[in-house]
């Protein structure tokens, strides 16, 4: 699951299609600064560039999805009771609280 978009996995699978931002934004249509809102997470990307992103990248739609940060895989145990799933969302939301202040930090540093 990601609570974020994965730049490094998008910008890998352009890489490997020798395509970079610039061309990923000329296919959606939009300014290349649009683009990189949707990779620092300012923007949320659109099902329209969900599916172009997918076929730029000759990737499989729900794993574009999955590493944009705009969906998750549901758990494979549907029985899952509220404890377990409060105790799954309190540890996002550390992961969420550590990020953060580590981001903090170094805008500061800088």
């Known amino acids: 699951m990601s609570l974020f978009f994965d730049a490094e996995w998008f910008d890998a699978k352009l890489a490997a299609r020798r ?5 990923l934004a000329v296919a959606l249509g939009i300014e290349p600064a649009e683009l990189h809102r949707v990779f620092t ?3 949320a990307p659109t099902a329209e560039d969900l599916t172009i992103f997918a076929n730029v990248l000759g990737a499989d739609l729900v794993e574009v999805t999955l590493r944009s940060g705009v ?8 029985s ?3 404890a377990d799933r409060i ?3 309190e540890a996002r939301l ?6 953060l202040a580590e981001f903090e930090s170094g805008k500061k540093s800088a």
Request: aromatic share 4%; net charge negative; no cysteine.
């Open 19 to 23: 395509l970079d931002r610039t061309a």
């Open 41 to 43: 997470n300012e923007r």
């Open 71 to 78: 969906a998750s895989r549901p758990a494979d145990d549907r």
């Open 80 to 82: 899952e009771d509220s």
């Open 87 to 89: 105790a799954s969302i």
């Open 94 to 99: 550390d992961a969420i609280d550590s990020w």
